[in-house]
């Protein structure tokens, strides 16, 4: 009877260790799973702020242009700052294209899951689209 209740002591044990393992693995995942998340929401935030530097860049290029009462400012003039805000477009597609790939891998089970990348992304994006 005795031996029956060591026996009983033990499986309470390892069932008690067990899930405090589990738990911890998913505490550890569930930490992970927001650092991804914030990292995802803070590229969002940056790529609208780029978004909205880079159309003002151009409508402010659009309004010079157009506005201008003796026709004396060419619309060639203003191409290096539409360049600029066209490349600052491109970047931020490509912050959405990286938190976008970030909250799919969380979709894709624990296996996938990396930590985000302290420069967002942008060296795995590069090896990813170079030829």
């Known amino acids: 009877m005795v031996e029956?209740?060591?026996h009983e002591a033990d499986g309470a044990d390892q069932r008690d260790t067990s899930l405090a393992k589990r738990e911890a693995g998913l505490a550890a995942r569930l930490e992970t799973v927001e650092r991804i998340l914030d990292a995802a929401k803070e590229r969002d935030?940056?790529?609208d702020a780029r978004d909205q530097v880079s159309v003002e860049r151009d409508h402010a290029a659009d309004l010079k242009a157009f506005t201008s009462?003796?026709?004396s400012h060419a619309y060639g003039v203003d191409l290096?700052?539409?360049r600029?805000?066209?490349m600052d477009r491109r970047d931020a597609k490509g912050d959405r294209t990286s938190a976008a790939d970030d909250r799919a891998a969380l979709a894709e089970?624990?296996?996938d899951?990396?930590?985000p990348e302290k420069d967002g992304g942008d060296k795995k994006r590069a090896?990813?689209?170079s030829p």
């Open 69 to 71: 009462p003796d026709g």
């Open 80 to 82: 290096p700052a539409r």
């Open 84 to 86: 600029h805000a066209a």
């Open 113 to 115: 899951l990396e930590e």
């Open 109 to 111: 089970g624990p296996d």
């Open 4 to 6: 029956a209740k060591d």
């Open 45 to 47: 935030i940056e790529a």
């Open 127 to 129: 090896q990813e689209h």
